[in-house]
T-cell receptor
Framework: KNQVEQSPQSLIILEGKNCTLQCNYTVSPFSNLRWYKQDTGRGPVSLTIMTFSENTKSNGRYTATLDADTKQSSLHITASQLSDSASYICVVSDRGSTLGRLYFGRGTQLTVWP | EADIYQTPRYLVIGTGKKITLECSQTMGHDKMYWYQQDPGMELHLIHYSYGVNSTEKGDLSSESTVSRIRTEHFPLTLESARPSHTSQYLC??????????????FGEGSRLTVL
């Protein structure tokens, strides 16, 4: 069964600290993996996309990694800010963008305290 | 910022009422989607469309219907709302080709409460 599991379910950190969110998947075949950020009461927004051949990709203070062999991805947030408080959702696609089916994780709820 | 808009943002209605959730995008995207999201749960696909006059049911069984008579517009209708329909409904669109193909652009959601 194709699944996407995220951990931890929730996380509280202090402003300025770093944190790492995990995403494990069993989706096969694999096309790409995206991380989305969803602020409370808003729709998700894409942070980064990882394809099979990519190991790491950065977007400002966000760095995503992918290990396609172990089917694991992580999202590392550096020097956290209050605005980083949100749910972070991992989404895996099993084929190309036209026909691909998307598998969603339940998200990690991150809270950054001052 | 994504150019995709949903109305209403919040709606409280009684059981048995008919409701339509509106979704419009100005990006010219061919593919559009409706997702249902409950707290702490993954998004569930309820309908999608590849283009005008194309609509398909998603993974989640739903009593709602959709239409796509214009590229930019993808409304979702519930003929008779029930308390079990209480949820957050997210509309999204994506390019089929191009540099950002497959990336979902979401609206801000419609939170429906059925009493």
């Amino acid at each position: 069964k194709n699944q996407v599991e995220q951990s931890p379910q929730s996380l509280i950190i202090l402003e300025g600290k770093n944190c790492t969110l995990q995403c494990n998947y069993t989706v096969s075949p694999f096309s790409n993996l995206r991380w989305y950020k969803q602020d409370t009461g808003r729709g998700p927004v894409s942070l980064t996309i990882m394809t099979f051949s990519e190991n790491t990709k950065s977007n400002g203070r966000y760095t995503a990694t992918l290990d396609a062999d172990t089917k694991q991805s992580s999202l590392h947030i550096t020097a956290s800010q209050l605005s980083d408080s949100a749910s972070y959702i991992c989404v895996v696609s099993d084929r190309g963008s036209t026909l691909g089916r998307l598998y969603f994780g339940r998200g990690t709820q991150l809270t950054v305290w001052p | 910022e994504a150019d995709i808009y949903q109305t209403p943002r919040y709606l409280v209605i009684g059981t048995g009422k008919k409701i339509t959730l509106e979704c419009s995008q100005t990006m010219g995207h061919d593919k559009m989607y409706w997702y249902q999201q409950d707290p702490g749960m993954e998004l569930h696909l309820i309908h999608y469309s590849y283009g005008v006059n194309s609509t398909e049911k998603g993974d989640l069984s739903s009593e709602s219907t959709v239409s796509r008579i214009r590229t930019e517009h993808f409304p979702l209708t519930l003929e008779s709302a029930r308390p079990s329909h209480t949820s957050q409904y997210l509309c999204a669109s994506s390019e089929i080709e191009g540099a950002r193909a497959g990336e979902l652009f979401f609206g801000e959601g419609s939170r429906l409460t059925v009493l």
